[in-house]
């Protein structure tokens, strides 16, 4: 530490001591950081975070684009053979699917038929004056008699389910509910 030393024409000499020097340019740079931390804090450590996982993703493909591909390293005839082999069942689907298909155009062909046969069985039915719809049911009906061979079982007799002098307006016939005409008269409410 400097001391220094003061005369003044009186002969009195006055001793003073300075501080030791600080850097002020130091002290109010801390001072700004530590502000800046305190505000923006999260942000700093949300933009460190994502600065470490770009380093990553950028050293992955660095590495990824070094390393020799797979494709490049396999032989040329093995490669050939896999290709082939593809192609072949590729063409053995294709033919699956074509054999489906030609199977449902089949089957479609076979439904418009009978359905155009219907059409004129119920044309030729309404020209005859016949219930077109009673025709196509004694037709269906013989269809799958003839083709099922099962021996059909005679319907039991239905039971009716009212009587027949049920009338629901008259309140006769059981039940909890029925109709009463109300009364006649001034009304009892006071």
Not at 154 to 180: E, I, M, V
Request: aromatic share 8%; net charge positive.
């Amino acid at each position: 530490m400097d001391d220094v030393t003061i005369e003044d024409d009186y002969d009195s000499t006055f001793h003073v001591k300075k501080p030791p020097l600080k850097n002020q340019d130091l002290s109010s740079l801390s001072l700004t950081v530590e502000e800046f931390v305190a505000h923006y804090g999260w942000y700093l450590v949300f933009g460190a975070v994502m600065f470490y996982l770009l380093i990553l993703h950028l050293n992955k493909r660095k590495s990824s684009q070094h390393s020799p591909t797979p494709q490049a390293s396999q032989d040329p005839t093995l490669v050939e053979r896999r290709q082939e082999a593809m192609a072949a069942a590729r063409m053995k689907m294709q033919e699956e699917l074509d054999a489906k298909a030609s199977i449902f155009r089949e089957k479609q062909k076979l439904q418009e038929e009978e359905q155009r046969r219907q059409k004129i069985e119920m044309w030729e039915s309404m020209q005859q004056g016949k219930s077109y719809k009673g025709a196509t049911k004694l037709s269906q009906t013989t269809e799958e008699a003839s083709s099922s061979q099962t021996v059909l079982k005679p319907k039991k007799d239905k039971r009716a389910f009212r009587n027949a002098d049920y009338n629901p307006l008259t309140g006769q016939g059981g039940g909890s509910c029925s109709w009463r005409p109300g009364r006649r008269g001034p009304s009892s409410g006071g």
